[in-house]
């Protein structure tokens, strides 16, 4: 009787404590936001601006020159004439609004492409502190509220340190 309380016992206390849990925080923007390669990131993206507005730019100099061939044959173009040649500036304008309202999803498109391997190498950072730590939950902090989180389970330090960015202490 004894011993089958014992091993009772013993089984419980190993489900207690194989139940409980160990849950971190990480700010990711954060650490994103330190990595060196953010740098080389905004590069690109901000290059890639650059060519898109070179392009619109380019729309916006063959519309005005259109406008301008326009004016000055108007008076002398038949109807049909006058009909096609606005027909022709209309499909400009509306090249020219089309492009300027896909120039954010195409900027949005490129820097995700650009940022996929650095929330790769976090993610796979933080999968190695987790496992390396017994954490099993980790969440993000960004963009989250939390009524309460004990610093002492952030990770995010651990992950900077462990992908070795240094960072300026907050001095209190």
Do not use: C, W
């Amino acid at each position: 009787m004894k011993s089958t309380i014992t091993l009772l016992l013993a089984v419980l206390f190993i489900n207690f404590t194989n139940g409980q849990s160990k849950i971190g925080t990480i700010d990711s923007e954060f650490v994103i936001g330190k990595m060196p390669q953010m740098k080389q990131v905004i590069q690109r993206v901000n290059k890639y601006g650059k060519k898109l507005d070179s392009l619109y730019q380019a729309k916006v100099v063959t519309y005005k020159s259109k406008i301008e061939a326009y004016k000055k044959v108007e008076k002398t173009l038949s109807i049909a004439d006058k009909k096609a040649k606005t027909q022709e500036i209309i499909a400009l304008e509306q090249d020219m609004n089309q492009f300027r309202e896909n120039g954010n999803n195409l900027m949005q498109l490129r820097k995700n492409q650009y940022m996929r391997p650095l929330y790769k190498k976090v993610s796979e950072t933080i999968q190695k502190i987790a496992k390396e730590q017994h954490y099993t939950q980790i969440l993000t902090t960004s963009g989250n509220e939390f009524a309460y989180i004990d610093e002492k389970f952030d990770i995010t330090k651990l992950v900077l340190k462990t992908l070795g960015i240094k960072i300026e202490e907050a001095k209190k």
